[in-house]
């Protein structure tokens, strides 16, 4: 994200650098702003050719965003007009934590590099508090994830899950 791109209302943590912004007079993180509109609408559309979601899960995804999010280590990228584009989400309730990453929507243009960034400010984040693991959910078939994950060079174990299309069920 371009700090000019920036309403005046809001800015970023000195600790964290997370961007945050004031809420009925209170400062607020990202978590709150953006992510569970934005985490519902990614799981959506990349588990919808082989684990498609019920009417109602975002519920269920925004209660984990806000129980269960670190806000100042999840990133997003937002476009001029503050709309999410990608993000990284950083879950707490495990060590090490785990972190999902991918586009909002299969088709944003230049996907790719802007979710590139997100991981690494989630990963800045993490390793300044001392933090050198962490875990990744995310699938093969995730277009712009896969890329950026190679990029990273990640080491250490993975599994593949078996994606079994809808419509071959």
């Known amino acids: ?51 498609p979601t019920a009417d109602g899960f975002e519920d269920v995804l925004a209660e984990v965003v806000r129980t269960e999010v670190d806000q100042g280590a999840t990133s997003v990228a937002l476009d001029p007009q503050r709309r999410p584009l990608a993000l990284t989400v950083v879950s707490v309730d495990c060590d090490p934590p785990v972190i999902t990453a991918e586009t909002v929507a299969p088709d944003i243009p230049d996907g790719e590099r802007l979710l590139g960034g997100c ?20 699938h093969v078939s995730d277009p712009h994830l896969l890329p950026v994950w190679v990029r990273l060079e990640p080491t250490g174990q993975w599994f593949h899950l078996v994606e079994i299309p809808v419509d071959e069920v």
């Open 1 to 51: 994200m371009d700090d000019p791109l920036i309403h005046r209302d809001h800015w970023r943590d000195s600790s964290t650098r997370a961007l945050v912004a004031v809420e009925n007079g209170r400062s607020v993180g990202v978590a709150t702003m953006w992510v569970p509109a934005a985490n519902a609408a990614t799981y959506r559309w990349t588990h919808a050719a082989w684990a």
């Open 119 to 138: 991981p690494r400010r989630s990963f800045d984040v993490l390793a300044s508090r001392g933090l050198s693991s962490v875990e990744l959910d995310g």
